[in-house]
Structures are given as C-alpha cells and as structure tokens.
C-alpha cells in the first residue's frame, strides 16, 4: 500500500530563506508526482508535476526533484517571500495495473515566511 | 479561463436531507474524481470517473453516490448526509494520461447538523 510522507509538519522561516520541504513515498512504482499549494480554507493549486522518468522540474523560484529509487523528492523555494506562506502538499499517482488515476497525498507541510 | 468549478462554496445542513454538490469542468478532460479532506487525515477519494457514464469507489465511498451524465459534469450526491460527512470536498479533473497534472476545485465547506 502506497503510503505518503511529508517532513516537517510545519516550518516556520525568516524572509529571505532557501528552504527544502521533502516528500517519501513507500512504493516507487509511480506515474508521477505532483507539489500542490493550498492556502487556508481554500482549493489546491498545482505548483510542479514530475514525471517519473524526470529528475527535477523547475518553476521560477520552486525546483522539485524525483529519486524515485530511493522514494524521495523535495521541494525547493528560493529566497522565500510572506506570501509563500501555506500549506504545501505532495501527491503520488500509483502506477501500473493500479493506475486509477488516484492521487495518494502526504499530510502537508505547513510554512510560515515572517517578513 | 480553464477551470473546475464547485458550487456551492459552503453548505449547513441537517442529518438526512438529500443534497447535491456539483462539479464541472471545461477543460474536456476524461477523468473526475472527488475527495474530502479532515484534519488528521488528509486527502481521501471518494468516487472517480473515467468517462461518461463510467464511475467507480474510490477509498471512501459509503454514504455517497455519483454520476457522469455528461463530460464536464461530475455531481456528488449525498442522498442521506450525516455527521460524520462534515468536511471539505475538492473535486479533480484531468486528461487521462499519466502524465497530466490534475486540477482541483476551490472546494465545498460541507458541515451536517
């Protein structure tokens, strides 16, 4: 059973600050891994997908990588700004047989950029 | 604009009143799927669709019903809500291919009374 991990629960940072959120998962037999954004009370918005023949993907400040071997990919915010503040969660598509296109979502990693 | 859209945004009902919480899509994608979300549990699906007419179970699907009449739309019905089905639903829609990103909904506050 495909199982989820994301670490630290919450990270509390000052402005400015490179940080690296990770992401583990337990079965490496994956279509691709996606980095969500969810802001309090609010919908989910899809920062990078990987694939799972990809290393890393890059979008302005975000750079995620994949080690699919090792079950393991992190997310990288460059020179963190307040407004990156959120909730920022990983999501694994099952691959294979068992590819019903379901995503299998850690528990969230919750950050707070003080100004 | 592409988008999923959910309506209504925030619903208090009463134990046992039929209701239903639409989706839909104009993306043209095949694949819609629901979830909820509690604290302490994360993300869970509720129910999925590969195409029209054709729906299965998600992890959690007792108490719920779908269905995929058209395309873009993907209703989830709750025919007898309960307590225990207070939470926040996002509803999910893609190409089906494995290598596309799938967009949520702004999500549906439910809380049942």
């Known amino acids: 059973k495909q199982e989820v991990t994301q670490i630290p629960a919450a990270l509390s940072v000052p402005e400015g600050e490179n940080l690296v959120l990770n992401c583990s998962f337990t079965d490496s037999a994956i279509y691709n891994l996606q980095w969500f954004r969810q802001d309090p009370g609010k919908g989910l918005t899809s920062l990078l997908l990987?694939?799972?023949?990809?290393r890393e993907q890059t979008s302005g400040r975000l750079n995620a990588s994949l080690d699919k071997s090792s079950g393991r990919s992190t997310l990288y915010i460059a020179a963190s700004q307040p407004g990156d503040s959120a909730t920022y969660l990983c999501?694994?598509?099952?691959?294979?047989?068992?590819?019903?296109?379901?995503?299998?979502f850690g528990q969230g990693t919750t950050l707070q950029v003080k100004p | 604009e592409a988008q999923v859209t959910q309506n209504p945004r925030y619903l208090i009902t009463v134990t046992g009143k039929k209701l239903t919480v639409t989706c839909s899509q104009n993306?043209?994608?095949?694949?819609m799927s629901w979830y909820r979300q509690d604290p302490g549990l994360g993300l869970r699906q509720i129910y999925y669709s590969m195409n029209v007419e054709v729906t299965d179970k998600g992890d959690v699907p007792e108490g719920y019903k779908v269905s995929r009449k058209e395309k873009r739309n993907f209703p989830l019905i709750l025919e007898s809500p309960s307590p225990n089905q207070t939470s926040l639903y996002f509803c999910?829609?893609?190409?089906?291919?494995?290598?596309?990103?799938?967009?949520f909904g702004p999500g549906t506050r439910l809380t049942v009374l």
């Open positions: 990987i694939q799972s023949s990809q």
């Open positions: 999501a694994v598509r099952r691959g294979g047989s068992g590819n019903t296109g379901k995503l299998i």
């Open positions: 993306m043209n994608h095949e694949y």
């Open positions: 999910a829609s893609s190409f089906f291919r494995y290598t596309d990103t799938q967009y």
